[in-house]
C-alpha cells in the first residue's frame, strides 16, 4: 500500500467561524442595487449606438424615431429599476439591522451584497413590467 504525504499530515480540527458584521450594511446592499443597474444601462446606450450606426442615406429613415423611443423608454426603465432597487435595499437592510440589534443574528458583507442583488433583480422586474404596460396603454392594446 502506498502512503501519500497527504496521510502523514495531521488534520486540523474544524473552525467554525462565527459571523462578522459589516460595518456599513446599509451602504454596501445599496451600492450592490444601484451597481446592478448599470448593466441595463449600458445595454440602453449599446443599443442608441446600433441603431445610430445604422442610419439609412436614403428612403424612409426610422432611426430617429427608434432612438427617440429607446432614449424615453430606456432612461425610464433604468430610473424606474434603480429607485424601485434602491428603496427594496434601504427598507429589507434597514428591518435586518433592527434584527440584529434586537439580539438577531448579525448584518454580513455577505447577506448585505445578498438583500442588494435581489433588491436590484425586483427593481429590474418591476422596471420591466412598468415600461411594457407603458407601451401596451400607449398603443391602446390595455384600457
Known sequence: MLRTASAALP??????????ASRHP?????????GWNVVPLILVIAAIAVTQSQRDTGGEDW??????ILLILGSGFVAVATSTAAVIAFVSIGRRMRSAAAGGPPVTTGRAVAIGTLSALAGIG??????????????????
Open 63 to 68: 432611426s430617429g424615431l427608434i432612438i427617440v
Open 126 to 143: 418591476i422596471g420591466a413590467v412598468g415600461v411594457t404596460l407603458f407601451v401596451l396603454v400607449t398603443n391602446g392594446t390595455i384600457g
Open 11 to 20: 488534520h486540523p480540527d474544524p473552525v467554525i467561524e462565527t459571523p462578522v
Open 26 to 34: 446599509r451602504r454596501v446592499a445599496l451600492l450592490t442595487a444601484i
